[in-house]
């Protein structure tokens, strides 16, 4: 009789998207270069390409809707933080 072989079940868990601050920072300062559509359509551009970039690597929707909203928040509390800086503010 034939054994079954061992299999062990991997689970990937993604590098916290809200933790790459040279990402975020570079994106924010993108995204503080551009006006309305122009700056509506790269964020969608760079949310696309971090989506696309853990579908191949094998992430379920779920976990990367998680992700990309994840970075989208750091995106904007950093535009908050370039705000603030730039009117005097505390960051």
């Not at 920072?25 to 696309?52: H, P, S, V, W």
């Amino acid at each position: 009789m034939m054994q079954e072989p061992n299999v062990n079940i991997v689970s990937i868990i993604p590098f916290p998207l809200d933790r790459e601050h040279r990402l975020i920072r570079e994106t924010a300062r993108q995204l503080e270069r551009r006006d309305g559509e122009r700056a509506n359509k790269y964020f969608r551009t760079e949310c696309n390409r971090i989506y696309a970039r853990l579908q191949v690597l094998g992430f379920d929707h779920a976990t990367i809707e998680e992700q990309v909203d994840r970075f989208a928040s750091a995106v904007q509390l950093e535009l908050q933080k370039m705000a603030m800086c730039a009117t005097g503010g505390a960051a």
